[in-house]
Nanobody
């Protein structure tokens, strides 16, 4: 079993940047595909970005493409989400997720077995 802990959230002005980290323990992430999802108040969880086990393949939601970058450092057992050009619509709790049943990245919540506790990102206008 893998435990995930997100960090790096906070309050930022529109146009600013934040870098989220997701540190794993219990298992090495080298065999896990990873995803970032977010959930705004009153809304269902939304896919943000995903990366395959090796870090060589990524997927992005259209709403964050060209602004967010997901990366994976298997040596540090950590996944990152670099977020640039933030806008108020990016405000949400951001969760990282992991799964080892498949290696390719996935946009689907139900395809991830392990979840972190989330970190709040608030973008002010």
């Amino acid at each position: 079993q893998v435990q995930l802990v997100e960090s790096g959230g906070g309050l930022v002005q529109a146009g600013g940047s934040l870098s989220l980290s997701c540190a794993a323990s219990g298992r090495t992430l080298s065999s896990y595909r990873m995803g970032w999802f977010r959930q705004a108040p009153g809304k269902v969880p939304e896919f943000v970005a995903a990366i395959n086990w090796s870090g060589g393949s990524t997927l992005y939601a259209d709403s964050v493409k060209d602004r967010f970058t997901i990366s994976k450092d298997n040596a540090k057992n950590t996944v990152y989400l670099q977020m640039n050009s933030l806008n108020p619509e990016d405000t949400a709790v951001y969760y990282c997720a992991a799964d080892s049943r498949r290696h390719y990245p996935s946009t689907k919540v139900q395809e991830y077995a392990y979840w972190g506790q989330g970190t709040q990102v608030t973008v002010s206008s």
